[in-house]
């Protein structure tokens, strides 16, 4: 560091230091939450940890009740642990928590555009819009299962062609999902092979692994500072950025050959819609919230459902007693001569149970999408001031004790009856709670019934060692909860 920067960094230390007495003293006159006492600069980080900091907040949880403050640097947070605090948030008081708080990574390309990260009636009318136009080309509808399932035909084409060799899956369960999103997004699908594509997926890939690393979290709790170093924030930035162009060309190319009266896909109809409102200097619609939600449901929609396939298959690997069973149900109700459908779920109770008991065990996004309070919320005789950044605690409810006897162990009876029946569970909420739950859960609980049954129904799954030695562990946990890198053989059945 040279001495300018060593001047900064002195000079933000300091300032940094006192806005904190400011705000800590500010907050000790009010009644907010209660939790434990932060130093500061560093706030609670150093008594959190970084790779038990889930079980930190569990045994924060047990000392200060569901509702507790901690400050990541000079950022108040309000944790909210435990089914009954995030539902009285997310859903009784919902309008009141109903802001995100966008993640510093991602603020310097997003801006404040993207469904993932805009709030107020920018949000509304974009979620609105996307949810229509994904349900006007299928979303929820047999035109999108079609496409799935074609897509689950064209995945077992390409792992047959592994002709049972030793075969790492994290990129091959990532074109799938990928494939479906961009048939929404730009009516387009991608050979497994296009160089392109497999760019896009690493890219992707990459992005997703380097947000739980501990220079990110240093990133999002320190962005003023961090972004001035070198660092795999600029990675991800400049993967983003490579991400949105690419998007830019389809939007491009779209517009060559528009026909408003024949949209054939998501693109078409927002540029539509940007037509129609050119004139209205207000309109939400434009080319910028374009770029970035079509960035945020094109990354979103990939990785989430390709990471959930990953630890799936990995998860009946370590249990072949499980994979048996799903085999026994696929074969009795589907056969192995036509393909898996979404109707094949009411009369397969076992296998929806496992899909069901996969999410929840691998608690993908542990710690939802943290929210921000735009005013002083009165809640469960506290005061969450105005801008503290709230984490509803999905762990915390997939994890719950009283609910799930034993949490860390993967046992899909948790969600079938004694006579095998499957059985709903209010506290299944790996796509969160409320108004800004996920919004392409519909397609994402789709896509993990079909194209896991399907890789089920042509492949016995093979771990290259003991099944007992494989770890399930989280390759990384934080904002994400990622699977371990493994190696895998698909014999045909």
């Not at 799935?148 to 792992?159: H, P």
């Not at 939802?368 to 309070?373: A, E, L, V």
């Not at 994890?399 to 009856?417: A, C, M, V």
């Not at 799954?461 to 699977?483: A, R």
Request: aromatic share 10%; with cysteine; charged share 20%.
């Amino acid at each position: 560091m040279d001495l300018w920067g060593l001047t900064n960094f002195v000079l933000v230390a300091i300032v940094s230091f006192l806005f904190f007495q400011l705000l800590w003293s500010k907050g000790s006159k009010t009644s907010i939450p209660p939790g434990p006492t932060p130093l500061p600069i560093l706030g609670n980080m150093l008594q959190l940890g970084s790779k038990n900091f889930l079980t930190s907040l569990d045994k924060l949880a047990e000392k200060y009740g569901p509702v507790y403050t901690i400050y990541l640097g000079l950022q108040r947070v309000t944790i909210l642990h435990g089914y009954e605090a995030v539902k009285e948030a997310l859903i009784d008081q919902g309008d009141k928590f109903i802001y995100r708080k966008s993640l510093p990574i991602f603020e310097e390309v997003f801006k404040e555009y993207g469904i993932l990260s805009n709030n107020g009636e920018r949000w509304k009318h974009i979620r609105r819009f996307s949810l229509m136009t994904m349900k006007n080309f299928g979303m929820g509808k047999r035109t999108i299962e079609e496409r799935v399932q074609e897509e689950a035909q064209c995945l077992v084409k390409e792992l047959q062609n592994t002709k049972a060799q030793a075969l790492d899956p994290t990129f091959i369960l990532s074109c799938a999902p990928c494939n479906v999103i961009c048939s929404i997004l730009f009516n387009h699908r991608f050979n497994y092979d296009d160089e392109k594509f497999l760019h896009l997926m690493k890219m992707l890939n990459e992005n997703f692994r380097l947000l739980n690393t501990p220079w990110i979290k240093l990133y999002n709790v320190y962005p003023s500072l961090i972004k001035h170093f070198p660092g795999s924030h600029r990675t991800i930035h400049k993967n983003i950025i490579e991400i949105r162009d690419f998007i830019m060309n389809q939007v491009k190319k779209h517009e060559e050959i528009l026909d408003p009266n024949n949209p054939q896909d998501y693109i078409d109809c927002f540029l539509i819609r940007m037509q129609q409102e050119k004139m209205n200097p207000e309109s939400d619609f434009s080319y910028q919230e374009l770029l970035s939600t079509s960035s945020n449901l094109f990354a979103a929609g990939t990785e989430t459902t390709a990471n959930t396939l990953r630890y799936g298959l990995l998860l009946l690997m370590k249990y072949p007693e499980i994979q048996a069973k799903v085999h026994e149900e696929i074969d009795r109700v589907v056969g192995s001569s036509r393909r898996p459908s979404m109707q094949d779920r009411i009369k397969m109770p076992y296998v929806e149970a496992v899909v069901h008991e996969i999410q929840r065990y691998i608690s993908l996004l542990p710690l939802s999408i943290p929210r921000t309070t735009t005013q002083d919320i009165h809640f469960r005789n506290h005061v969450i001031p105005k801008d503290t950044i709230v984490f509803p605690v999905l762990h915390s409810i997939l994890y719950d004790k009283k609910i799930f006897p034993n949490p860390y162990q993967f046992d899909p009876e948790n969600f079938l009856t004694k006579s095998g029946d499957f059985q709903k569970n209010d506290h299944f909420t790996p796509f969160s709670l409320g108004k800004r739950n996920c919004v392409g859960e519909s397609l994402a609980r789709m896509e993990v019934f079909l194209f896991l049954t399907t890789i089920l129904q042509n492949f016995t799954l093979k771990p290259l060692v003991d099944p007992k030695e494989l770890s399930i562990t989280p390759l990384m946990s934080g904002l994400l909860n990622l699977p371990p890198i493994y190696k895998l053989s698909l014999l045909p059945r």
